[in-house]
């Protein structure tokens, strides 16, 4: 049987590399999902038929009703929503290596100090950091992403210095569970220590870098399902946990190159620690306003068109409508491409899940390297919610907190209309000085409705 158990790991084990490769082109994303699935499916039916501390109905009844609070919720969140979401799971995931590192702690303490050998108490110590830093830091993320804490950076004086103390003591402390593993005080200390660095290390990180700290938090909680994985002796954990906390990584680095950030800020906190005074001062911004009929005669007389989605698409669940405007100017032989910003949205890929959403082809949307240079030779670039990814201060001024930050270069395009509620701020709080240039025009109003005016003013001059 253990023989059989392993095999049923290692084909696990490849279902899962396989589908991330795939996840790597987007037109095999879909059959990617499918072979990870299927490989979760084998982890976890092998891992069952291993398990003789619970019955079968124990297991069932926790599936149920685990399964049936995923569910409920799943099924009721909003789009835009699905950051706070990700965050959540983030959360839980490491809560739930955390848990796990504790109850093997208490069940092997009371056998006796020697089951607690040097390899299974690094895993416990690893897990109970890692997973209590993901589980604190995602529920932070998650209350900044809902609006229930603030965006803004929060930061006090010697925060880092008081960082470094807290891992030092950490250090300290499980050096000294090494030398009296059923300590019960070390390991509580080890827990308020790892819970407390996951609060203090996300609330220095302000909203506009929120897409790099749920990258970040996604792939602590697959180290922490590593650590875990030693801890059980369990292969495809192991496995498993490694894939995540690799891949997240890389995506981490993605982030932060698109955010012209350092990762060892990132891993040391304090990430993001920008106020927003940069690009306030200087003369008013003065716009000019474009009407419903006036729109709709430039995406008439447009050869080209180049759409760049933000949050507020996501907010106004104006993807499918997008859609039908992209059909209105392909019926007239428009080029109608999106330009994709990696950290636009609340989490790396946002708006290509809502495009998707949509039945908009993945072909269609373009990563920033690759369009950067077509702006210059596009009629008309319509910005449908997205701010300070368009944001022209991060090229032209040093005082603002986005300077370096790499752009999508929508002001070089001949024409630029933006699709915005109001002059509201970007999520990063600043000006955003492209709404005052010569070639910009503001379309005032919600996305979905004033896009479909200009969809039902197109489908008259057909």
Do not use: W
């Not at 496995?239 to 698109?258: D, E, F, N």
């Amino acid at each position: 049987m253990s023989i059989a158990i392993e095999i049923a790991y290692l084909i696990a084990s490849i279902l899962f590399i396989t589908g991330i490769k795939l996840l790597g082109k987007t037109k095999d994303a879909r059959r990617g999902n499918v072979l990870s699935a299927i490989g979760m499916l084998i982890a976890i039916v092998a891992t069952l038929l291993t398990i003789n501390v619970l019955t079968f109905v124990e297991i069932f009844v926790c599936i149920l009703i685990g399964g049936a609070i995923g569910l409920f919720y799943a099924t009721r969140v909003a789009m835009t929503k699905i950051p706070e979401m990700v965050a959540l799971f983030n959360g839980f995931g490491g809560l739930a290596s955390f848990a796990v590192a504790l109850s093997d702690y208490f069940l092997k303490s009371e056998i006796s100090a020697a089951s607690l050998d040097a390899v299974n108490l690094t895993s416990i110590i690893l897990s109970v950091l890692i997973g209590g830093v993901t589980f604190t830091g995602s529920m932070i993320a998650y209350l900044k992403l809902d609006g229930k804490v603030s965006g803004q950076p929060i930061t006090f004086s010697g925060q880092h210095l008081l960082n470094l103390a807290l891992l030092i003591a950490f250090v300290i402390t499980s050096v000294m569970v090494f030398l009296d593993p059923t300590n019960l005080i070390l390991i509580g200390i080890l827990v308020g220590i790892s819970l407390l660095l996951g609060i203090l290390t996300v609330i220095p990180i302000g909203g506009a870098d929120m897409p790099v700290v749920i990258s970040l938090l996604n792939s602590y909680s697959g180290m922490a399902a590593c650590a875990t994985g030693f801890i059980l002796s369990n292969n495809v954990l192991i496995v498993a946990g490694s894939l995540v906390g690799a891949s997240g990584i890389i995506l981490t680095q993605i982030m932060c190159k698109a955010m012209n950030r350092s990762l060892t800020n990132v891993l040391l906190g304090g990430f993001g620690q920008t106020v927003a005074t940069g690009g306030q001062d200087g003369p008013a911004i003065v716009v000019k306003e474009i009407g419903v009929e006036e729109t709709a005669m430039l995406f008439d007389a447009a050869s080209s068109v180049l759409v760049v989605p933000g949050y507020g698409m996501a907010v106004a669940q104006a993807q499918h409508v997008i859609r039908e405007l992209m059909e209105q100017c392909e019926k007239r032989n428009i080029d109608f491409r999106f330009a994709i910003h990696p950290v636009a949205g609340r989490m790396p890929g946002h708006m290509n899940v809502l495009l998707a959403e949509a039945n908009i082809s993945y072909d269609k949307l373009i990563e920033m390297e690759a369009i950067n240079d077509d702006f210059p030779n596009t009629d008309l670039v319509f910005i449908v919610g997205a701010n300070d990814v368009v944001n022209p201060a991060a090229r032209t001024n040093p005082q603002s907190p986005i300077y370096g930050m790499p752009i999508l270069n929508a002001d070089k395009a001949k024409t630029v209309i933006v699709s915005k509620r109001s002059m509201g701020k970007g999520y990063a709080g600043i000006e955003n000085e492209l709404f005052g240039y010569p070639n910009c025009l503001m379309l005032f109003g919600d996305a979905k409705q004033t896009i479909t005016k200009v969809v039902s003013e197109m489908k008259d001059m057909s």
